[in-house]
């Protein structure tokens, strides 16, 4: 008798075990699901690669960091467009500025800025940038969501945004261009 119920509780704990080994692995996927893995690889107008963004949500707001190589040295207006498209002439398939509430562009204007303006970036002699900013509000998936069904894209444009002019802060041509994706 005393064996018979040291092998049930045996086999309970077995079983146990089992499905806290499985609830621990669901979790990892679940976190790695929704907080991992969502990035932007950043392509010029000929196709060259000049990075790989990395989003992540950060509080009520998303963080995009990395390292950008292959601009022309000088500052360029970055921003979140509302479409993940990089297609059609100077990528015009990205669309606007992402914006999920009613403003005009520019954290300098008194009726902005959009989800997202970005800040812009100052490319070095060595044609490369160091990326470490935030957007000023929104989620990834959660309150203001910027993967919604048409996804979104991140641009890279020719000139400096001047944070005040509607609607793309007079930063010029669009130069880079990378679909956010992941899982
Ligand atoms: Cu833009
Ligand atoms: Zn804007």
Avoid at 45 to 51: C, H, I, P, S, Y
Avoid at 104 to 124: E, F, I, K
Avoid at 131 to 138: A, D, E, L, N, Y
Wanted: proline residues 4%; charged residues 15%; contains cysteine.
């Amino acid at each position: 008798m005393r064996s018979v119920s040291f092998l049930v509780a045996t086999r309970a704990a077995a079983v146990l075990g089992a499905a806290l080994l499985l609830a621990a692995c669901s979790a990892s996927i679940y976190a790695a699901a929704s907080t991992a893995g969502v990035t932007a690889k950043v392509l010029d107008a000929t196709g060259r690669e000049l990075g790989v963004l990395t989003l992540a949500d950060a509080g009520a707001a998303i963080s995009v960091d990395g390292t950008l190589r292959g601009l022309t040295p000088g500052v360029h207006g970055m921003h979140l467009h509302t479409i993940g498209r990089c297609d059609g002439a100077s990528f015009a398939g990205a669309g606007a500025h992402w914006s999920p509430t009613p403003k005009q562009h520019g954290s300098a204007n008194p009726a902005g800025p959009h989800h997202g303006d970005l800040m812009n970036l100052t490319v070095g002699a060595d044609s490369s940038v160091l990326v470490k900013m935030s957007t000023p509000g929104g989620s990834l998936r959660g309150e203001y969501p910027l993967l919604d069904a048409d996804g979104a894209a991140i641009v890279i444009h020719a000139t400096t945004d001047d944070y005040k002019t509607d609607p793309s802060g007079n930063s010029g041509a669009r130069i880079g261009c990378g679909v956010v994706s992941g899982s």
